[in-house]
Structures are given as C-alpha cells and as structure tokens.
C-alpha cells in the first residue's frame, strides 16, 4: 500500500506481477497461465546451505566408496587369477620335466632292446634253429626267415616289450596332460588381462569422480574424508586390541618358505607402486609384491 497525493492509500504490485498481468493481457493468458508458459522473470536459485552441501559430500563420499569396492574386487579377482597361473606354470614346468625324465628312460629301453635282438641273432645264444636259417644258402624264403626272426626276437625281449610300450603310454598321458595344462594357462592369463584392464578402468572413474568433488567441495569433502578415515582406524584398533586379549597355545613356528617371502618382498624395496602391476625391480601392487614374494 502506498499514500498518494491527497493523502489516500492506494493498493500497489511488484514489478514482477505487474509484468506478468501486462503479458495476460496481451497473449490473452491468465496470469498464472502466462507465468506457467514462460514469460515470467525466472525464479533466483536459492543458495545451497550448509546441509545441503553436506548431503551433497557424503553421497559423493558414499559413491567413491562403491567405485573403491568394486576396484578392490577387480584386484582381487586379478590377483587370484595371477596366483592360479604361477601355480598352473609350476605344475606345467614338473609335467615337463617328467615327459623329459619317461623320454631318457625310454631310449634306454630302447637301446637295451636293440642289444637283446643283436645276442639272439648273432651272439653266442643263438640256437642251433636260428644258426640254421641264418645259415641257410636259400632253402627257405625271406618271408618265412623274417617271421621266424621277429618271433625270436619277441620271446626273447617280451618283458622288456611290454615296459616299452607302457613307457610310452606314460609319455602319451603326460603329452596330454600338458597340453590341457598349457590350454588352461592361455584361459587364466586372457582373465587376468581382462580383470586388470577393467580394475584399471574402475580406478580411473574413482579417481575422475574424486577430483570433480575435490573442485566443488574441496574442504568439506577432505574434512569427510579424513573423519571417516579416522572412524576407521579407531575401529580397527578396536578389533585389534579385542584379538590381543585373546590368549593362543601351540603356534606352529614361522616356515623357512616365510622368510624366503619376506627376504623377496625387502630385496623390492624402493619399487615404485603401481596399480596392477607385477614387474620386479619397476612396479608393484600390494598383490603383485605377494605374489611375487611367495613364487
């Protein structure tokens, strides 16, 4: 309300409703109608409160604790799959070197076998049947001298025969085991690949998410970080000290694999960190230096 001239009180609007009644009559709208179309001046946008941007901080906080789960189990799976091919590339190393061990004994069967035939054809065992046709000035056909000596050769070295061929049925299953080996292998490292290429992927989401935050909410979003990250430790040492109550008989002693390990992790220190990796003397990861330390 406002006075005029003569002293009376007359009924005033804003600016913004007077604008919108102008539009009305023009376009023929209502007022309400005019403002829905459009035609209104747009509403300021109400400042965030401190709420707000606390609501804001921890569903970020919220979501970067997603994407690290999910890189946590890419990781996981990925050094699982590392582990499996260091222990598969051990069992195709002893197959290897069992073909190789069957392979040596079956030459010397072989050349053992060789020696027997040579005795019993021309040695001082030969019989008095087997002189004869070996003498024989072409009484007898070579078809019939042949089979006759293939049997004596046969009855001779039969038990020497019989470990021969079971030496290379041996060799033939290791063949086949190590060829199933080798396919697994192949199978294991394309996952590995694949699950460190997806870990690597999940980091670089988790880490594009955080700087994004980091530029809107820096402070309030590391003073977040840094509480949860306190809360943490605080219960872990609550864990902690709970299992350090706790009294255990019949420890068995540390193995001497267990220093071996720790001597291989130490001989790393100074390696740079890098996510995924397993390269001694360039990068590791946390299951990367396991792995390597326990190979």
Request: hydrophobic content about 40%; charged content about 25%.
């Amino acid at each position: 309300m406002t006075r005029n001239a003569i002293g009376r009180f007359r009924r005033t609007v804003s600016p913004l409703v007077g604008a919108i009644c102008c539009i009305s009559l023009v376009t023929g709208l209502t007022p309400a109608s005019a403002h829905a179309a459009g035609f209104g001046v747009p509403e300021a946008k109400l400042p965030r409160t401190s709420d707000d941007k606390q609501r804001e901080v921890n569903a970020i906080l919220d979501e970067l604790d997603r994407l690290a789960e999910a890189m946590d189990n890419l990781a996981e799976d990925y050094a699982g799959a590392v582990n499996d091919g260091l222990e598969l590339d051990k069992e195709i190393a002893a197959t290897e070197d069992r073909i190789k061990a069957k392979e040596v004994e079956l030459g010397t069967m072989q050349a053992q076998l060789q020696s027997v035939a040579l005795k019993t054809f021309v040695g001082s065992s030969v019989s008095n049947s087997l002189a004869s046709i070996l003498s024989s000035t072409g009484t007898l056909s070579d078809a019939v001298r042949k089979s006759y000596l293939t049997s004596v050769a046969l009855n001779t070295g039969v038990s020497g025969l019989d470990a021969l061929q079971g030496k290379i049925e041996d060799i033939a299953r290791e063949r086949k085991q190590l060829e199933s080996q080798r396919t697994r292998s192949g199978g294991i490292a394309d996952y590995a690949k694949k699950r460190l290429a997806a870990a690597k992927a999940s980091e670089k989401a988790y880490t594009a998410r955080e700087q994004e935050a980091l530029r809107d909410l820096g402070d309030l979003l590391r003073g977040e970080q840094s509480k949860r990250a306190t809360a943490a430790l605080e219960e872990a040492a609550r864990i902690a000290a709970s299992f350090s109550k706790i009294k255990i008989s019949n420890v068995p002693a540390p193995s001497s694999s267990a220093g071996i390990a720790v001597k291989a992790a130490l001989s790393q220190l100074g390696v740079r960190y890098q996510y995924g990796a397993l390269s001694p003397g360039e990068a590791f990861d946390c299951s990367g230096l396991m792995s390597y330390a326990w190979s």
